[in-house]
């Protein structure tokens, strides 16, 4: 993300409770900080920041940072994170002006949130912001929001805080942190599901070709009355799946609860496969994908949809494209989502996952 790519996107001024204490000040009339920047190098050095901690009182501290070109959370096994967050984050940050002089008196940093972060109320944020090296570019304490708009903040190590003129908001938690979309897979494009739950019988759904709408229990189970909603509430669970958080393989809850497992393969040759169980209330996803040449069949357009497993949503027609650049496109999606899925386990919101845990009975009617 560089700065010009910052710029470019523009600013969503992040929303926050409007505080109900006003604290009057000196303005600065015309005195050296008026109307000055907060940081008034930082936005033109954008494009090499590396590192972004923030430490919201109450919370742990989060650590954001790039990674061969790539945001990532490293608080949560190097996870990409939500760069429109990062963006809006540092373009206030970037862009605050010192509107009004507030207190110097450590006595009165509380009635701003402006105190040390270890000893602050929730909602006041330690922000530091780092280039190569550990460089420093700003460290900054942001306290409560004025009410006529705007920040209360004090940079870290000096006693004069100030009220400035952009919200800066900064998420709290690692999970807070988390690029939410996890995988897109379109059931048009899916020609075949299996599933072996947790208890009961391995089953079978299919579909002959892409033109097909509705799937149909395989093989002896063909004929058998099923629930149509369910077959495509499970056909569709991996259509916009989010997730809430993520952990790394080894920090998974561990206990006897078995892994309900279903495989997805698509007309193209990609295939999905997914381990879910529930624990404690929590629905914990395991993901894999991988390309099987001799499962690929014509499917203008699935190529295209699925790329990085998002789907496309112009509903425009696919160009022609070289012999063997589809087959090319579902590699490089492969890779693209094994590099989110490898070596990590995910918690989605309760029930998004409940349908790729069906046994055969809940399916028949």
Known sequence: MSGKQLIGLGVITAVVAVAALVVSGQRDMGGAGAQELLYPALDARLNNIV???VHTAGASPVTIERRRGTWMVADRDGYPADVSQLRDG???LAQAKLVESKTRDPKHYAALGVQAIDEA???TQEIRVEGEDDAEFAHVIVGD????????VRRVGRVQSWLVSENIVFPATASDWLAKGLIDLQSEHIRRIEVQPAQGPAYTLVKSGPDDVSFELESERRGQQVSQNKIDLLATAL????LTDVLAEDQAP?????WGLARFETFDGLVVETRTREVDGKDYLQLSARFDSTRAQADPGAGEDMQNGKSSASGSAVAERPPGSAKEDVKARVQGLQRRFRGRVFLVSGGETSPLRYALSELLQ
């Not at 929001?145 to 209360?152: F, K, M, R």
């Not at 259509?239 to 989010?242: D, K, P, R």
């Not at 561990?254 to 078995?258: F, K, T, Y």
């Open 51 to 53: 590192r972004v901690k």
């Open 90 to 92: 540092l373009i206030a």
């Open 121 to 123: 109320q929730a909602g």
């Open 145 to 152: 929001t004025a009410p006529g708009g705007g920040s209360y």
């Open 239 to 242: 259509e916009g799946l989010t």
């Open 254 to 258: 561990e206990g006897d609860i078995p």
